[in-house]
């Protein structure tokens, strides 16, 4: 990885990351029958989602890149990628489970627990999805890992708004994160011009 293809990989996500919180948080508005925006209010608004989205965007940069150091680490520690292969997934179960039984927890049962699952089984689709895109794009080999990254990584780093326990502002992070972590997983291997590493 040299400067250059860094700063490809760093300026092309910070796009991502703006435009899609833009896209996202203009839908949100415009479906919240109480937003009434006016030309300046609106463009003052496109400004404070652009840097939202660009802020997000470092984040999934920053997750992106110790995920690539610890799974650097682990296949030094484990001799089989098997182990390792197992071992993620392992943790991708524990983590769709927390992300229901602790949300649920958090709320003291005032909601049913079936509402906190629309988060993880959307997750767990579209994580899907990009893997078997990125499975196509190098080798099947990819499919577990970017699976971990897309599912695990993703919620831990999305851990603020999940805290927040709103809607709206669960979306409007969740979206640009994961469009972030999807471009940089997919875009990785013509970044680094080889389709042969496991990712």
Do not use: H
Not at 1 to 12: D, P, S
């Amino acid at each position: 990885m040299t400067i250059r293809k860094w700063f490809y990989l760093f300026w092309t996500t910070l796009l991502v990351g703006a435009v899609t919180a833009i896209v996202t948080g203009l839908v949100l508005q415009f479906s919240d029958q109480q937003a009434a925006l006016g030309g300046k209010e609106i463009g003052f608004s496109m400004l404070t989602m652009f840097l939202g989205g660009a802020t997000i965007s470092v984040l999934s940069q920053m997750g992106f890149f110790a995920y690539l150091i610890i799974r650097y680490l682990f296949m030094g520690m484990f001799r089989r990628k098997w182990t390792w292969d197992m071992l993620q997934v392992i943790i991708i179960v524990i983590v769709l489970f927390d992300l229901v039984y602790l949300r649920y927890a958090q709320s003291d049962g005032q909601s049913a627990w079936v509402g906190y699952l629309v988060f993880p089984v959307i997750l767990t689709i579209a994580s899907g999805i990009v893997s078997w895109w990125k499975a196509r794009l190098t080798n099947q080999s990819a499919w577990i890992p970017t699976l971990f990254f897309m599912i695990a990584v993703t919620a831990i780093e999305a851990i603020p708004s999940l805290r927040l326990d709103n809607p709206a502002s669960t979306v409007f992070m969740l979206v640009p994160l994961f469009a972030c972590n999807a471009w940089q997983i997919l875009i990785l291997s013509k970044v680094l011009q080889t389709n042969k590493e496991p990712l």
